[in-house]
């Protein structure tokens, strides 16, 4: 089945803290995972992205942590802020195919 | 990256009529996308729009009622057809820079009485 879980559905952290956001996928032929943040009446912005032969990816604030055994992937957002206050959609994409399975989105409300 | 404009932005339509909505991307790309985000839910592909073929449909969406053209590599359009109150969502273009990265329009809200 070609699904991507995603969770919490909703996240609530104070200014400073750290927000993870997990999705977890069936399919092994992705090979490439990446994130984006959807601000309310904006479409969604990629924000980082990993291949699956790298178990960690670091830009800024954001780091994508990838477990390959375990087919799982997540989102940490250091130092959250109340500008991060967005929904957050996890993907998943099999090369050729041009097709992106999306999560079911994260909430995040950072709290000042 | 690519920057894809949209228009319109929103609308409000009434039932029974179209409604055809317009993506511009500033280069050349090979794969456009049409997606559909109800509201609070995740996205959801209608078509692949493919310069100077058929669109491809996924399952649950057809050309009667989402009829796209691409006449060239830089543009596509989206018309809902004979709308119901149920179409009232976002409609979001997208493309593939061929990276496996998306990108995407700023959306199109549509609300339909």
């Known amino acids: 089945q070609q699904q991507v879980k995603q969770s919490p559905q909703s996240l609530i952290v104070q200014k400073g803290g750290i927000s993870i956001i997990n999705c977890a996928y069936e399919?092994?032929?992705?090979?490439?995972f990446p994130w984006y943040q959807q601000f309310p009446g904006k479409g969604p912005a990629l924000l980082i992205a990993?291949?699956?032969?790298?178990s960690e990816k670091k830009e800024g604030r954001f780091t994508i942590s990838f477990n390959k055994s375990a087919k799982q992937f997540s989102l940490h957002i250091m130092d959250s802020q109340p500008g991060d206050s967005a929904t957050y959609f996890c993907?998943?994409?099999?090369?050729?195919?041009?097709?992106?399975?999306f999560g079911t989105g994260t909430r995040l409300k950072v709290l000042a | 990256s690519a920057v894809i404009s949209q228009k319109p932005s929103r609308d409000i339509c009434q039932r029974g009529t179209s409604l055809t909505i317009q993506c511009q991307v500033d280069?050349?790309?090979?794969?456009m996308f049409w997606y559909r985000q109800q509201p609070g839910q995740s996205l959801t592909l209608i078509a692949t729009?493919?310069?100077?073929?058929?669109?491809?449909?996924e399952s649950g969406f057809v050309i009667d009622k989402f009829p796209i053209s691409r006449p060239n590599l830089t543009f596509s359009t989206l018309t809902v057809s004979n709308m119901s109150p149920e179409d009232s969502s976002i409609y979001l273009c997208?493309?593939?820079?061929?990276?496996?990265?998306?990108?995407f329009g700023q959306g199109t809200r549509l609300t339909v009485v």
């Open positions: 997208s493309v593939d820079m061929g990276t496996g990265l998306a990108f």
């Open positions: 399919n092994t032929a992705f090979d490439y």
């Open positions: 990993i291949r699956p032969d790298v």
């Open positions: 993907a998943s994409y099999t090369s050729g195919t041009y097709k992106y399975i």
């Open positions: 280069s050349q790309v090979t794969m």
């Open positions: 729009a493919n310069q100077g073929s058929e669109a491809t449909y």
